[in-house]
């Protein structure tokens, strides 16, 4: 079975592409690409995982990142965090020393602010340019080429990268300069780790006054309570099933570079604080591959 799902791609011109890191996001996302009519070259660090994609998909796989990315108009990278960026890009064999001149390089990763300047700087020496661009939408928006993509770079730049980027996401949207994709990503895991908290605590609350909680939240997801986590997570709560996608481990590490950046900004976040060491603890609990909805299982036994 394809690993992506059927979707219809705007018509633009094809280009010469290159995605580095074939993880759960990349996988699909490098998949859209090709199915769209582009051509694409893949690298991941483990090669049998290019070799599936190139069975699956066609196209053909190299055997560094500087290698995919030569010839390429385009380079897609999303890999784990600001070290495995660094080695894909500046490092020895890293893309950067394969980017041709004018060609862009657009990283998915979800990073710091501080990396995406610095990689943007590296760029601009190189005579090519950088857009960080993280996503939103977790593994079943890859699948579905239905990503949220937030941008940060210039105008004319974004322009180039915009509608092939469209072909796996439903947004992709320019919000500042370099860095500013990777600050408002911050906002958006900010954002999740409230909601999902107060649902955990709801559907437990609920649970011990004896409601049925998949009547009441089919209720109150008609009203002001309504939100993407109740609808898509907020029954698989209730059932006390953790297995759809973005892993507590990755959540963490996102919320680090939330709580970095706030020390710098002077932003007062204490709700994130204190769920992120929710967080801690369902890792230590043995849920660091459980998906984010797993905060509640610090409140309810598990099934």
Known sequence: MASITDKQYDPIPAKK??????????????GHLARAGHDVTVYNRTASKSADWVSEFGGNSAPTPAKAAEGAEIVFCCVGNDNDLRSVTTAADGAFHGMQ????????TTASADVARELAAAAREGQFSFIDAPVSGGQAGAVGGVLTVMCGGE?????????VAGHFARAVTLLGEHGAGQLAKMVNQICIAGLVQGLSEAIAF?????????????????GAAQSWQMENRGKTMVQGKFDFGFAVDWMRKDLGLVLDEAKRNGALLPVTAVVDQFYAEVQQNGGQRWDTSSLITRLTPRK
């Open 17 to 30: 592409v290159a995605f580095i890191g074939l993880g759960v996001m990349g996988f699909p996302m490098a």
């Open 101 to 108: 001149q004018n060609a862009v390089f657009v990283d998915h």
């Open 155 to 163: 105008p004319e730049v974004f322009e180039k990268i915009q509608p």
């Open 206 to 222: 609920g649970q011990r006054a004896n409601l049925d909680m998949n009547a009441v939240l089919d209720v109150i997801s008609k």
